[in-house]
């Protein structure tokens, strides 16, 4: 099993700085098979990127990602006050599929 | 637009039984991939099942093998996981997901159907 591992656990920000998250997984995933969601409290996940860099149907530029091997990062470049939510990290298609702990980012 | 509506939790005793059903609308069902992803209160994410486009490979995670089933009925556009001998840490808000093209990651979600096993 890919376990993967997220940090930091908490991330306060304050609109319009940059926000840095990072996903670390315990072995390489398979041909940069990696994807982000973001999630809201009381919503369902939503993806965010895919196969580590390629962003999802109507995502804004200022979500960006990067990586390889085991260690990847999601970039918000500039906060939005609708960017404070949990962030997660999965691998696929590898079974079992997993995801990291998450990151919360919230205003500081 | 793609859309995803479970049903079916319930509020059930240690040891019972729910079918949970979702409901797809806004893609050719048959076409894709489909999986099961629960969250208990105040956790992260964790997968349950997936099963292919055309029901014939399923997978599950180790701690619910023997105790879960996936289906689908394409011809209903809709997504089943049969869940039996329920144990507390099976608690959960349970979510539907369409998985994109060629196994890749979850595209769509639902909204969740909770599960709560308690006596």
């Known amino acids: 099993e890919i376990v993967l591992t997220q940090s930091p656990g908490t991330l306060s920000l304050s609109p319009g700085e940059r926000a840095t998250l990072s996903c670390r997984a315990s072995?390489?995933?398979?041909?940069?098979?990696l994807a982000w969601y973001q999630q809201k409290p009381g919503q369902a996940p939503r993806l965010l990127i895919y196969?580590?860099?390629n962003r999802a149907t109507g995502i804004p530029d200022r979500f960006s990602g990067s990586g390889s091997g085991t260690d990847f990062t999601l970039i918000i470049s500039r906060l939005e006050p609708e960017d404070f939510a949990v962030y997660y990290c999965q691998q696929y298609p590898a079974s079992p599929l997993t995801f990291g702990g998450g990151t919360k980012v919230e205003i500081k | 637009e793609v859309q995803l509506l479970e049903s079916g939790g319930d509020l059930v005793q240690p040891g019972g039984s729910l079918r949970l059903s979702c409901a797809a609308s806004?893609?050719?069902?048959?076409?894709?991939?489909m999986s099961w992803v629960r969250q208990a209160p105040g956790k992260g994410l964790e997968w349950v099942s997936s099963i292919s486009d055309s029901g014939g490979s399923t997978y599950y995670r180790d701690s619910v093998k023997g105790r879960f089933t996936i289906s689908r009925d394409n011809s209903r556009n809709t997504l089943y996981l049969q869940v039996n001998s329920l144990r507390g840490d099976d608690t959960a808000l349970y979510y539907c997901a369409k998985r994109a093209p060629t196994w890749g990651p979850f595209d769509y979600w639902g909204q969740g159907t909770p599960v709560t096993v308690s006596s």
């Open positions: 806004g893609f050719t069902f048959s076409n894709f991939a």
């Open positions: 072995q390489s995933v398979g041909s940069s098979n």
């Open positions: 196969d580590t860099s």
